[in-house]
């Protein structure tokens, strides 16, 4: 019988590494001088404070970009409000998702069912999810269709057992 895992795993090497260019850039750049504004890797967010909230709108960007070109999903980002900080600075923190939590594990559960592929079923182990099946077309077709959904989460699909 032929099965996958479905997981979503971050990168925090290249997370690590774009938040060191994003705070290159931000001590380099002439419209952030003055604003002391900072972003900095936590254990598992990012946290980004500034003068004010137009600064941590444009510092916000400054990350995305970064993440986005190392190949980082911004879905893996989870913003929270921002917040007012002392001397009328604002900081807000974005919280890494990695891991399928139980209720994205159910609509996984429930959007492969929705498939109809014959003989193909979904087990939750942990924080990811096993996909079996007794056709690899079948499998390489639920691949495709998770694929093109949306889910709010970065899937990747590992483990292909023939």
Do not use: C, W
Request: glycine share 6%; net charge negative; aromatic share 4%.
């Amino acid at each position: 019988m032929a099965t996958f895992d479905v997981v979503s795993e971050v990168d925090m090497q290249e997370v690590r590494n774009a938040v060191d260019q994003a705070a290159r850039e931000v001590s380099q750049r002439f419209d952030f001088k003055g604003t002391d504004s900072s972003v900095e890797l936590g254990e598992d967010a990012i946290n980004m404070a500034s003068g004010s909230e137009d600064r941590l709108a444009a510092l916000r960007q400054v990350l995305e970009e970064k993440l986005v070109r190392r190949k980082v999903s911004l879905k893996v980002l989870d913003y929270s409000d921002i917040e007012p900080a002392s001397g009328g600075s604002v900081r807000q923190s974005a919280q890494l998702q990695a891991g399928i939590a139980a209720d994205k594990a159910k609509e996984l559960h429930k959007f492969i069912k929705g498939l109809s592929l014959k003989g193909v079923q979904s087990s939750t182990q942990g924080d990811q999810l096993r996909v079996s099946g007794k056709k690899r077309d079948d499998l390489q077709a639920a691949i495709a269709a998770l694929k093109e959904a949306d889910f709010g989460l970065p899937l990747q699909f590992t483990n292909f057992r023939d």
